[in-house]
C-alpha cells in the first residue's frame, strides 16, 4: 500500500482514561523529538478527570477524540489506528513517555529492510513512589529476526513494552483491530496476528520511558481475575476460524507462556501473606498450562523455580 501524498512519517496514538495528570510528560516526550512529520492522534476513553482541559492547552499538536463510552485499552487504540495516517504507528500510553531520539531510531530501523513489520526498543521502567529508572532489554544487542523467530518469540512471551513498540501501518490496514474485551494482552494478541509473516527489528538502547503505579493496567490486571479471563478469552477466540485462529500447536505454546505470565506478579520470596495470594494464581496457571499438555507443565515449573532461585530467564 502506498502512503498518501504529504503523509506523516510517524502516527503517534496517545490513548487517555483518567490519565490528565501524566498527559504533559506523554505529549511533551513527542515534541521532544524535534520532528514536524508525526500525526499525535489523543484518544481520550470517556475520562471524568481533566484530561480534555490538558488537551486544549495541546490543541495546535494533538487531533483530541473523545469517546463517548469508555471501550477500554484495545477499543480506544483500536479507534486511533483507524484513523491513523502515518507511514509508521506508535501506542505511546499516556502515562509512558518516549526518549529523545527514538523516533529517529526507530525510523532507521525500518528504512534498513523494508520486510521488517515491527520495530522494538528497550525501555526504561519507573516505578513510582521508588524514584530510578531500571533498564529492561528485549535484545542483548541490535538485530533483525527473520519471520520465524520473531514469530516463535511472540509466542513464547517476548517481554517487549508499548512505548517501545512501533508498527508499519501498513501491516495493519484491512486487519481486525486489538481486542477491546481483553484487558492487558490486547496487545500481545493484536502483534501476533498483524506480524505474522514479518520480520522485526530489536533494539538494545532504551529509548522509550515505562511507568508502573497503582493504577496503571499492569498493576490493576489481577484484580478480579482480570489477567486470567484474559487469557481464558484469547485461548478460547484462538482456537475459532477466522483471522484469530492460532494453530493447535502454537496454542499450546501460548498456553505455557500465559501461565509464565500469570505466576510473573510474584518475587522470589514467599511470606504468608503472599502464600495466599500465591496458591489460587498457581491453580489457574496450572489450569492455563494443562491446557497446552505436560511440556507446557514443565515450563512453567523451570519459570517458577527460576523465579524462585533468582536465575536469568531463558528462552522457550
Same mark, same amino acid.
Given at each position: 500500500?502506498?502512503?498518501?501524498? +504529504? /503523509? !506523516?512519517?510517524?502516527?503517534?496514538?496517545?490513548?487517555?482514561?483518567?490519565?490528565?495528570?501524566?498527559?504533559?510528560?506523554?505529549?511533551?516526550?513527542?515534541?521532544?523529538?524535534?520532528?514536524?512529520?508525526?500525526? %499525535?492522534?489523543?484518544?481520550?476513553?470517556?475520562?471524568?478527570?481533566?484530561?480534555?482541559?490538558?488537551?486544549?492547552?495541546?490543541?495546535?499538536?494533538?487531533?483530541?477524540?473523545?469517546?463517548?463510552?469508555?471501550?477500554?485499552?484495545? +477499543?480506544?487504540?483500536?479507534?486511533?489506528?483507524?484513523?491513523?495516517?502515518?507511514?509508521?504507528?506508535?501506542?505511546?500510553?499516556?502515562?509512558?513517555?518516549?526518549?529523545?531520539?527514538?523516533?529517529?531510531?526507530?525510523?532507521?530501523?525500518?528504512? &534498513?529492510?523494508?520486510?521488517? +513489520?515491527? %520495530?522494538?526498543?528497550?525501555?526504561?521502567?519507573?516505578?513510582?513512589?521508588?524514584? =530510578?529508572?531500571?533498564?529492561?532489554?528485549?535484545?542483548?544487542?541490535?538485530?533483525?529476526?527473520?519471520?520465524?523467530?520473531? *514469530?516463535? @518469540?511472540?509466542?513464547?512471551?517476548?517481554?517487549? *513494552?508499548?512505548?517501545?513498540?512501533?508498527?508499519?501501518? &501498513?501491516?495493519?490496514?484491512?486487519?481486525?483491530?486489538?481486542?477491546?474485551?481483553?484487558?492487558?494482552?490486547?496487545?500481545?494478541?493484536?502483534?501476533?496476528?498483524?506480524?505474522?509473516?514479518?520480520?522485526?527489528?530489536?533494539?538494545? @538502547?532504551?529509548?522509550?520511558?515505562?511507568?508502573?503505579?497503582?493504577?496503571?493496567?499492569?498493576?490493576?490486571?489481577?484484580?478480579?481475575?482480570?489477567?486470567?479471563?484474559?487469557? #481464558?478469552?484469547?485461548?478460547?477466540?484462538?482456537?475459532?476460524?477466522?483471522?484469530?485462529?492460532?494453530?493447535?500447536?502454537?496454542? @499450546?505454546?501460548?498456553?505455557?507462556?500465559?501461565?509464565?505470565?500469570?505466576?510473573?506478579?510474584?518475587?522470589? $520470596?514467599?511470606?504468608?501473606?503472599?502464600?495466599? #495470594?500465591?496458591?489460587?494464581?498457581? &491453580?489457574? /496457571?496450572?489450569?492455563? /498450562?494443562?491446557? =497446552? =499438555?505436560?511440556?507446557? %507443565?514443565? *515450563?512453567?515449573?523451570?519459570?517458577?523455580?527460576? $523465579?524462585?532461585?533468582?536465575? !536469568?530467564?531463558?528462552?522457550?
Amino acid at each position: 500500500m502506498a502512503d498518501a501524498p +504529504g /503523509a !506523516p512519517t510517524f502516527t503517534v496514538v496517545i490513548p487517555s482514561y483518567n490519565y490528565g495528570r501524566f498527559l504533559p510528560g506523554a505529549l511533551g516526550s513527542v515534541t521532544a523529538q524535534n520532528r514536524d512529520d508525526i500525526q %499525535v492522534l489523543l484518544i481520550d476513553d470517556a475520562s471524568d478527570d481533566d484530561t480534555p482541559q490538558v488537551a486544549r492547552r495541546y490543541a495546535e499538536m494533538v487531533e483530541y477524540i473523545r469517546n463517548e463510552k469508555n471501550l477500554g485499552a484495545g +477499543g480506544a487504540w483500536g479507534v486511533g489506528i483507524r484513523r491513523a495516517r502515518g507511514k509508521y504507528l506508535v501506542k505511546l500510553d499516556a502515562d509512558d513517555e518516549l526518549l529523545p531520539g527514538h523516533l529517529d531510531a526507530v525510523e532507521r530501523a525500518f528504512e &534498513s529492510d523494508a520486510e521488517v +513489520g515491527m %520495530v522494538l526498543a528497550s525501555v526504561l521502567a519507573r516505578q513510582e513512589g521508588q524514584g =530510578g529508572l531500571e533498564a529492561e532489554y528485549v535484545t542483548d544487542a541490535d538485530c533483525t529476526l527473520g519471520a520465524a523467530e520473531f *514469530r516463535r @518469540k511472540l509466542l513464547g512471551c517476548l517481554p517487549f *513494552r508499548m512505548p517501545g513498540s512501533a508498527l508499519r501501518r &501498513s501491516i495493519t490496514v484491512g486487519r481486525r483491530g486489538p481486542d477491546p474485551a481483553l484487558y492487558q494482552i490486547h496487545d500481545w494478541e493484536y502483534f501476533l496476528r498483524v506480524c505474522d509473516g514479518h520480520k522485526a527489528a530489536l533494539l538494545r @538502547k532504551p529509548s522509550a520511558v515505562y511507568r508502573l503505579h497503582e493504577k496503571s493496567i499492569s498493576s490493576t490486571a489481577r484484580q478480579d481475575n482480570r489477567l486470567y479471563k484474559d487469557i #481464558r478469552r484469547w485461548l478460547t477466540v484462538a482456537s475459532e476460524p477466522g483471522e484469530r485462529y492460532v494453530s493447535a500447536a502454537d496454542r @499450546k505454546i501460548l498456553a505455557g507462556s500465559c501461565a509464565c505470565l500469570l505466576l510473573a506478579g510474584f518475587g522470589s $520470596r514467599l511470606n504468608p501473606m503472599s502464600y495466599l #495470594r500465591f496458591l489460587p494464581v498457581y &491453580s489457574q /496457571a496450572l489450569r492455563i /498450562a494443562l491446557s =497446552g =499438555g505436560p511440556a507446557q %507443565v514443565g *515450563r512453567m515449573h523451570r519459570a517458577l523455580f527460576r $523465579r524462585f532461585a533468582k536465575l !536469568p530467564e531463558t528462552d522457550t
